[in-house]
Structures are given as structure tokens and as C-alpha cells.
């Protein structure tokens, strides 16, 4: 049994909730991912294992509480989610005209956010920076037009 599995049914045990196959299925598939997706594209991941697209998203909001995956971010209208557990702590740079996701290592501001947050005796609990901007690709077809 993977350590996220353990830690889900764990969790949903305390909540007087059993790990059925349906959430068992919804849970592998959010982990076999290592792109951020949304309940649709869950969904699409599951065809023909008889698992409703209701299902997937009375689902999601459990896997957040239970710490397992994120929002990472709103984009086009629709909520997109990224697995956490093992996952490095990243800024997501997302491009205002192609809509692209960018990650990069947030290792170096760790100290800075975290001698902030003492400064302001601040207990963080989760820090997720999503900066919005102009990505190089586009940038350079606005430069050539």
C-alpha cells in the first residue's frame, strides 16, 4: 500500500468514511498524474471503471483536507489541483495570454517567507505563490509583431 493511500484511509477512517474503490481509483489516478488536472480530466483517466464524474469531485475536496493534494491553481474558469505528499514546494508562474504553468524550485525564498512569517509571529500552514505575467513565448511574438 503507497504512503498516500495509508494516509487517506486514515484520515477518512477518522471521518467515519471507508476508502471504496471508486475514491481508491480517484486517488491513484491524482497520484499517476505529475501535471496539475482538474475533476474532468480525472474523470477521463477513469473511463470505463464506473466511477461518475459526481463521484470525482465530492472526492476532490476530501483529498485536499486530507493534506494529499493542493489547489495549484484557477485557470479558465476551472479549479486545477497538483498531488503534494513528496512533491518540492514550487512557485507556479502562469501566463496571462497562453494560459501555460510554469514551475520552478521555491527552495531559495523558503527562508525569506519563513523569517517573515516570524517577524510577524504568524503560524503558516501552507505557502503557495502563483505570480501571473507574460511568458517568454508569448513576449517574443508580441516583440515581432
Given amino acids: 500500500m503507497q504512503d498516500y493511500e495509508l494516509q487517506f484511509k486514515r484520515f477518512l477512517l477518522k471521518r467515519g468514511l471507508k476508502l471504496t474503490r471508486s475514491r ?42 486530507a493534506g494529499l493534494i493542493q489547489l495549484a491553481v484557477r485557470s479558465e474558469g476551472r479549479d486545477r489541483y497538483e498531488h503534494i505528499l513528496g512533491h518540492p514546494k514550487h512557485v507556479h508562474w502562469l501566463c496571462d495570454n497562453c494560459k501555460t504553468v510554469t514551475e520552478t524550485d521555491m527552495t531559495s525564498l523558503l527562508p525569506a517567507i519563513k523569517k517573515e512569517a516570524e517577524g510577524l509571529n504568524f503560524a503558516t500552514e501552507q505557502i503557495t505563490i502563483n505570480i501571473s505575467g507574460t511568458c517568454w513565448k508569448c513576449r517574443t511574438t508580441e516583440d515581432e509583431s
Fill in 24 to 65: 481508491s481509483l480517484i486517488l491513484d489516478a491524482s497520484f499517476a498524474l505529475h501535471e496539475h488536472f482538474d475533476a474532468e480530466k480525472l474523470h477521463s483517466l477513469l473511463k470505463g471503471m464506473n466511477v461518475s464524474l459526481a463521484t470525482v469531485y465530492r472526492t476532490l475536496p476530501l483529498l485536499l483536507e
